[in-house]
């Protein structure tokens, strides 16, 4: 069956360090990959999106990568900030043709520590 | 400024009750998505619609049933509700072509 993992539950980095987060998935050939940021009490928010035929995308001090040999996506922050500190989720779009559905990681809680 | 809201944000409920909970969005979204959020599990789809009279299942739809009579409302319904849907309840909606999904607020429903 599926299966995405999403590293360590929780992350616990320095204030202006680089926050990396990875997502493996399983059984899966995912036409697209996002991430998603969490708040407490809140509904998910799109961060990125990458595509199967792209390696890398940034937006500000968001990077995020897609390695779909190693079925792996990497979510990097840099300068990190305390306001960083929120639950990032991944997300795994369908294979071209079907619903386009998302399945989700149960994410990863970063706390930026000042 | 368009949006997605949820209602009621809280609820409480006993074994057996039937419960609906309310999502409207103003987008004009024809694709509308319901999500269960708990721990480990991260968000599991329930239901989905991607245009009015349309419902499909998702992968935790037993016990849950959805109607789409319009395209800014898809209410969730328990039929009977259980202990084991005690859970955050998420709506989401997105723009047909594209992928990207907003989601509201959450219901947080607890069942006694």
């Known amino acids: 069956s599926q299966k995405i993992e999403q590293n360590s539950e929780a992350l616990n980095i320095q204030e202006g360090k680089t926050a990396t987060l990875t997502c493996n998935y399983t059984n899966y050939s995912p036409a697209y990959l996002q991430w998603y940021r969490q708040d407490p009490g809140r509904g998910p928010v799109f961060l990125l999106l990458i595509r199967e035929n792209e390696k890398e995308k940034r937006k500000e001090r968001l990077k995020v990568t897609f390695d779909t040999t190693l079925k792996q996506s990497l979510f990097h922050i840099t300068a990190s900030q305390p306001a960083d500190s929120a639950t990032y989720l991944c997300?795994?779009?369908?294979?071209?043709?079907?619903?386009?559905?998302?399945?989700f990681g149960s994410g990863t809680q970063l706390t930026v520590l000042p | 400024d368009a949006e997605i809201t949820q209602s009621p944000r809280h609820k409480i409920t006993e074994t057996g009750r039937q419960v609906t909970l309310a999502c409207h969005q103003t987008?004009?979204?024809?694709?509308m998505f319901w999500y269960r959020q708990d721990l480990g599990h991260g968000l599991r789809l329930i239901h989905y619609s991607y245009g009015v009279h349309d419902t499909n299942k998702g992968e935790v739809s037993d016990g849950y049933s959805v109607s789409r009579s319009n395209t800014e409302d898809l209410p969730l319904t328990l039929e009977s509700a259980a202990s084991s849907q005690t859970s955050v309840y998420f709506c989401a909606s997105r723009r047909t072509g594209t992928d990207t999904q907003y989601f509201g607020p959450g219901t947080r429903l607890t069942v006694l």
């Open positions: 997300a795994l779009g369908g294979p071209l043709g079907s619903a386009r559905q998302l399945t």
């Open positions: 987008w004009n979204h024809n694709n």
